[in-house]
């Protein structure tokens, strides 16, 4: 029975002590002080040697300026056994916050003073300088620690400080210091070096970075400083310089990888700078042994050819993909030759049979689940561009039952909802979007719920779905790649349903066709059009962001892309283009982007 009663009341004792420690946090979270400072004060009689209960009660002392309880609370604990020189740091802050400096100094100095007793002390003296930023404090604290014990390594948080204090050039010494001698990995101090590079190759700190590098290099060619030049150029969008980095690195490696070369090419082509996109591919396809990188390399060629062809170019990418066919034959391991090449059948040559046959036969080869999805995918695409939903709708539903959780799979749920528009049946496609509506790859779900919107948004005033129906044939032409014969469609629509719901979604896909035909004034009548008359609809964000990329890219007008771009941020903060806009907003504007 003693036991019993024991227990209960130690476990009610704890109980007490976690809802005072809860309720003294979340009070000065809150910013309460008065009744923080209550639960603290009983927290610290209860618990003396609890140190986070101590700075506890003297953060609140100093929050309600009640700066003489907290130096007389810090003299009692200082003249404690065992006390930890931080108290010292303590003190001194706590004079600081009263304006008394020369008070303040004379204990940030017993704090230092202490690391020649124990130098171990340095860690933790110089990071609790750090977080009263007390920086040149902090420094003295690691430098002094560390010459009484060589063995200590600060210069990680010393490089830091140097960073927070604005001496950037001692800290790209010291992290470069620290790589060099392999006491930290490159990308932990990349991260931190982050913060101070931009893509503006003028700006100071990028000019200071390189001249360090480029000293180096000279005093000690190590591939090391090779690697972060060409890290520099790509944060500078110098995919030139940043090529002849990798290739002086590619040279001098013993088992040499094509992974950075191939990264590069992939960086450059995403900006658009295709001619050193396909310099580096063509450097790949001349220098690897590998089937595989090689055959890669050749298809992106391949697509750069493809980006303004004329037909006397087709012909000659037909003959490389015959020829890439008798050199790899059908592989499991080529499965990306068979799917390019039938795609280019069926997009660009309008031979869809052809293209169903070669992937058909690729079915047959020893395929794991992704491999078979994979081409699946590709031949329900085909499928469904040679209109023959039924058989597409087949193998998209393999590949969702197969790979449910997989984005595979719910690419391919979004297909079977797409196709299902196509062919009309209006109902089973919103049955599929709205599960889609949740998927864990924010572009499908972004496509899902505006599929969605348009087929219910249409479905309730037409109950006949006509101009839905129109729709969804003029968006299978623009998926067809019949250009011409889409916009057409969708001119049917703005003639004869305007004042419908449906217009604004006609105005907007016709107006990304116009843009493929080079037809820019006509696409941004359509834009404009969406802005005035829809603008709280579900394009509006869309037309905002189209036209400000049209007027950025194209027509030359950076002041009326940044006024776009200005108004998605302020009335569209749940846009998928909110991080977009901002991030151009602030380039238009002449910010320093990182």
Do not use: C
């Not at 047959?364 to 561009?385: C, H, M, Q, S, T």
């Not at 729709?471 to 623009?478: G, K, Q, S, T």
């Not at 009335?571 to 283009?577: A, F, G, I, L």
Request: glycine fraction near 4%.
């Amino acid at each position: 029975m003693k036991l019993f009663a024991f227990l209960t009341v130690m476990v009610f004792s704890l109980m007490t002590y976690a809802q005072n420690d809860f309720l003294a946090k979340q009070y000065f979270n809150d910013g309460d002080f008065e009744k923080a400072v209550v639960y603290y004060e009983k927290l610290v009689e209860k618990n003396p040697r609890r140190t986070d209960y101590a700075e506890g009660l003297i953060a609140t002392y100093q929050q309600l300026e009640r700066y003489d309880d907290a130096e007389k609370f810090l003299l009692q604990k200082i003249e404690e056994d065992n006390m930890y020189p931080t108290l010292f740091i303590e003190l001194g802050y706590n004079y600081t916050l009263q304006d008394l400096s020369e008070k303040a100094d004379t204990y940030y100095e017993k704090a230092i003073a202490t690391i020649e007793e124990n130098p171990n002390y340095g860690y933790g003296i110089g990071y609790r300088f750090q977080k009263y930023a007390l920086l040149d404090q902090a420094l003295k604290a690691y430098q002094k620690a560390m010459t009484l014990s060589p063995q200590l390594d600060y210069h990680y948080q010393m490089a830091r400080i140097y960073g927070e204090q604005g001496n950037v050039e001692k800290m790209y010494e010291s992290y470069l210091q620290l790589i060099s001698e392999g006491r930290t990995s490159k990308s932990n101090v990349l991260r931190n070096i982050d913060d101070f590079i931009t893509s503006d190759a003028q700006s100071e700190n990028n000019i200071k970075f390189k001249q360090i590098l480029l000293k180096n290099a000279q005093k000690n060619p190590d591939i090391l400083w090779n690697e972060l030049l060409s890290w520099l150029f790509v944060q500078q969008k110098q995919y030139d310089s940043a090529f002849r980095q990798e290739k002086a690195i590619y040279k001098r490696v013993d088992v040499a990888s094509m992974q950075r070369l191939e990264t590069l090419a992939d960086l450059a082509l995403a900006d658009k700078e295709t001619e050193t996109a396909r310099e580096i591919f063509e450097y790949i396809v001349s220098n690897t042994n590998d089937e595989v990188t090689k055959l890669n390399a050749q298809l992106n060629l391949i697509d750069l050819t493809l980006l303004d062809a004329n037909d006397r170019q087709m012909d000659a990418v037909q003959k490389q993909f015959e020829s890439l066919i008798e050199i790899h034959g059908y592989k499991s391991k080529t499965l990306q030759l068979q799917v390019a090449y039938a795609n280019f059948l069926t997009f660009k040559r309008d031979t869809p049979a052809i293209a169903i046959d070669i992937l058909k036969k690729s079915l047959e080869l020893p395929l794991n689940n992704r491999g078979r999805a994979f081409i699946k995918l590709a031949l329900g695409d085909i499928l469904v561009y040679d209109r023959k939903f039924n058989e597409a709708l087949i193998y998209f539903s393999q590949i969702q039952r197969n790979l449910k959780n997989d984005v595979l799979g719910q690419n391919a749920r979004f297909k079977v909802a797409q196709t299902s528009f196509y062919k009309g049946d209006f109902d089973w496609a919103l049955t599929q979007l709205k599960v889609l509506r949740g998927s864990t790859s924010q572009l499908i779900a972004n496509d899902a719920m505006q599929l969605s919107l348009l087929i219910s948004d249409n479905s309730l005033e037409d109950t006949t779905q006509t101009a839905l129906k129109k729709y969804a044939r003029a968006d299978l032409l623009a998926y067809q790649n019949k250009t011409k014969e889409a916009i057409a469609a969708f001119d049917d629509i703005l003639q004869n349903h305007k004042g419908e719901k449906i217009e604004d979604e006609a105005l907007f896909k016709q107006g990304k066709l116009l843009e493929q035909l080079a037809e820019y004034d006509a696409a941004e009548l359509n834009y404009k059009k969406i802005i005035e008359f829809y603008g709280s609809d579900i394009l509006a964000d869309d037309a905002h962001f189209a036209l400000a990329k049209l007027y950025k890219n194209i027509l030359n007008r950076p002041e009326k892309a940044k006024a776009l771009y200005e108004r998605i941020i302020y009335n569209y903060r749940d846009s998928y283009y909110f991080p977009q806009a901002r991030k151009n907003f602030r380039i238009l504007r002449g910010d320093l982007i990182n």
